[in-house]
């Protein structure tokens, strides 16, 4: 052991001989001069020999040294002394000395900002602030820190600075901060549900912007433990939106930004049967129309019974709406509240045109055959309003082959209907046999083909 430290010592000594003439160490140089440059690269060759075996009780006097007199020889010094002080905290039973470790810890996370300057000079890839404050805020939050506000100000503060850069422990532990303050404050929901967005948000670009597996998987999973602390903090239904946001909207009416935050949170959520989005809609279209806003007034009339209004909105947002996937959404829930209200020739054109908007989205096809489904009667031949069924798995096939994801729900529907078509004998009395072509009369208007 001996050996090898005086060896380390002498190695390191001759990469650092021209920092020796350097100010002494009591005013921020890295080695310092002289018996104080021996003393501090004695130092630093004792207590990283101990760290190497994790003997971090022996590694803490030395490194305490080069710490304190040359707080710019190495970056080492502060990964290493995060290291040994962690270790110290969770091996230590007296709560005084454990206490003395922690605010050294803490310690260790801002002088390294302090000198970050310096220190990033001595290495190819530079630190950030952000990421430091991260790092404290993490070992804040683990190793004892007791002040959640302390916790959760430090996680915001590292986000902020870092953005999609943000480790992802940093995120999920912001998440959990956010979630034992609001715990512990009823006041505090509704500023929870912005973390929540902020998190998520940093979590998703983070995500996106990875390029390694292991940070992708990493990041996946902090941003479901994202999602699990909103989830599981009770704080995601909809009647708790409504508390909250029914009387903010009343006092924000010409708040367009606030509004269109509550439409946006409210429409994640899918909580938009409550007054509160609606009013929000309603006020926030008042303001500035938009696809969304007109999207709230849709449902607001809709709930009201009001279907002309209701569709008026729809048309609005749908021709608001620039992003193709999204008119296409707006399309297919037009149709859906079409066929709700059995206004079947209608919806079947919303339906067609949410399939002309994303021809990769089974489910228009899908509302179309419980539509023909639903009005099968056209002709006074029952077998060949049986046929109207054959159209129907015409749909659910055409769903599944544009969209595996609604598979299993289309074979389902498909064996349901396929017991409701006509027999052979049926047929036989009308001429037609499998492999002919009917035509589906009335506002159905489809050809299809018996089998």
Same mark, same amino acid.
């Given at each position: ?333 037009? #149709?859906?509240? %079409?066929? =709700? ?6 919806? +079947?054109?919303?339906? /067609?045109?949410?399939? &002309? *908007? ?51 729900? #289309?074979?389902? %529907?498909? =064996? ?6 006509? +027999?052979?004998?049926? /047929?036989?009395?009308? &001429? *037609? ?19």
């Amino acid at each position: 052991m001996k050996m090898k430290m005086i060896t380390a010592l002498f190695v390191l000594s001759l990469g650092t001989t021209a920092s020796f003439a350097q100010t002494g160490a009591s005013d921020g140089s890295r080695f310092g001069h002289g018996e104080d440059s021996i003393r501090c690269l004695k130092n630093i060759s004792i207590y990283t020999e101990y760290v190497k075996t994790n003997n971090f009780k022996d590694a803490y006097t030395p490194w305490m040294s080069v710490f304190t007199e040359a707080p710019k020889a190495q970056v080492s010094t502060y990964t290493n002394g995060a290291k040994i002080l962690r270790a110290l905290i969770a091996g230590e039973k007296d709560a005084a000395k454990q206490k003395q470790y922690f605010n050294e810890l803490m310690k260790v996370h801002d002088q390294r900002i302090q000198y970050l300057d310096d220190l990033n000079k001595l290495v190819k890839r530079d630190a950030t602030k952000g990421s430091i404050i991260g790092m404290k805020a993490h070992d804040y939050f683990t190793m004892g820190g007791q002040d959640m506000n302390e916790a959760y100000n430090m996680f915001k503060e590292a986000i902020e600075l870092e953005k999609e850069n943000s480790d992802y422990f940093v995120l999920q532990e912001f998440m959990d901060a956010a979630a034992r303050k609001m715990k512990s404050d009823e006041s505090y929901k509704e500023q929870f549900i912005q973390d929540y967005l902020f998190a998520s948000g940093v979590a998703d670009g983070a995500l996106k912007a990875a390029t390694k597996e292991n940070d992708k998987k990493l990041l996946k999973v902090a941003k479901d433990n994202i999602d699990a602390f909103f989830i599981n903090s009770g704080v995601a239904t909809c009647d708790n939106l409504q508390a909250i946001y029914a009387p903010k909207v009343e006092q924000n009416k010409t708040n367009l930004d606030y509004l269109k935050q509550v439409i946006s949170v409210m429409q994640m959520l899918n909580c938009t049967e409550q007054e509160a989005y609606f009013a929000a809609s309603e006020a926030a279209h008042a303001i500035e129309p938009t696809a969304e806003t007109a999207v709230g007034c849709g449902y607001m009339y809709y709930k009201k019974g009001d279907m002309d209004k209701c569709i008026d909105y729809f048309d609005q947002a749908i021709n608001l709406e620039q992003d193709q996937l999204k008119k296409a959404d707006y399309a297919y829930k037009t #149709a859906a509240i %079409l066929f =709700s209200k059995k206004q079947l020739s209608k919806a +079947k054109q919303y339906a /067609l045109k949410a399939v &002309s *908007l994303d021809g990769n989205n089974g489910k228009p096809y899908i509302l179309i055959a419980n539509m023909y489904a639903s009005s099968p009667n056209w002709s006074d031949e029952a077998a060949l309003n049986k046929c109207t069924y054959f159209a129907v798995i015409d749909k659910l096939q055409k769903a599944k082959s544009v969209d595996p994801s609604v598979a299993e729900e #289309a074979n389902k %529907l498909i =064996s349901t209907y396929a017991a409701h078509t006509p +027999k052979d004998a049926d /047929l036989f009395f009308l &001429s *037609l046999k499998k492999g002919d072509s009917v035509t589906i009369g009335g506002w159905i208007g489809e050809t299809t083909t018996i089998r």
